[in-house]
């Protein structure tokens, strides 16, 4: 290969090496990627655990009542939640 290209061995090696690096992303990439993780799992786990202690209240307080929302209100309400947030974060993520 080297006498195909006039190339010392030592060229080559130092091109393949960039071609093989040339598909890994940066440290900066990589820092930014395990940053928005963090902060959205940090975030996900606090905002769950608000949403089901705050349903617990709710439900607690209706209980005495013959109100059956709170259930039904926590469950959509945490899956809109999640929604929201992973679309968020997917839009942050691939716009970077």
Known sequence: ?????DWTPR???HWWRGRRLQGKPSEMQRFRETTWRFFFYFFAFWL???VV??????ALF???HK???APSLAA????????FAQSL???ILHHH
């Open 1 to 5: 290969m080297s006498k195909q290209l």
């Open 11 to 13: 060229q080559i090696e």
């Open 48 to 50: 769950g655990l608000y």
């Open 53 to 58: 202690i705050d349903v617990s209240i709710i």
């Open 62 to 64: 209706y209980r005495g």
């Open 67 to 69: 109100v059956l929302v």
């Open 76 to 83: 959509e309400l945490h899956g809109f939640i999640s929604q």
């Open 89 to 91: 974060t997917e839009i």
